[in-house]
């Protein structure tokens, strides 16, 4: 029986499964869940000491979904929480960063121990092995994370003193969208935003304005 129990909310997708893989790495137990755990996610959490919370991408209202899920958290008897945020929250004009600042607000005024950690674009939203239709600037530059560097700066998070009460940037190379498909040897257009969803529409918008840059050295001293 591992000696730390950490309840992974959204921990079936790629985040998810990224954390839970470093976790069971140090011999941490993981516990995925899903929307099936959602109706009494207190009961589907007990028995856990901690938590890793992730929300759904592009979540229509992700402070109540959070404010949920702290809820369940204290419910359960967990006191140790790791959110999962994103970049520059504050960004007035992404609105799905904006829920993740109010977000970030819920969890440091919910009296939990928490931490907080910032990813940069992941590394693994891109396809580097066919060329690249890309519906912003590929020569913005970018913070980008390894969703491999992420779950083991979660598991130290986790696992090791001294994180309670920090926010965390996360990126493991900071390089324009053109820099990594020359590398891979392909090519990258930029191609209009197909527009599937507003949300993504205005990161596109600023994406293309702006890139977004995060720095490495966090994640390069929280992994040593
Ligand atoms: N992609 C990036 O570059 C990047 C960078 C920084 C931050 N992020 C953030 O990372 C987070 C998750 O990304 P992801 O790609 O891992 O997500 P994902 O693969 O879409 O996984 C989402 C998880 O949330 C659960 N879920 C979906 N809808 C739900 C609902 N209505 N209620 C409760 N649970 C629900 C899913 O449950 P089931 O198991 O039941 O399907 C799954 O476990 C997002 O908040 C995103 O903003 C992403």
Redesign the pocket.
Known sequence: MPALRVAVV???????RAVCDALGAVDVGAL?????D?PDLAAAAAGCEAAYV??????PD?PA?VGEVLTALIEAGIRRVVY????SPYAPSMP?HLG?AASEDLVRRSDLDWTILQ????LQ?LDLTAAIDLPYSPDRPFGF?DLTDLGRAAAVVLTQPGHVGATYELASRVATVRELATGAGVEVRHVPDPKTHPGLSAMFEYYDDHGLLVGTRTLAALLG
């Open positions: 959204g921990g079936h997708g790629k985040t998810g995925p869940l899903g929307r099936a959602w992730i929300a759904p991408n592009l979540h992700e979904y999962h945020s994103v970049a799905h993740k990813p940069g674009a992941y939203n994370l």
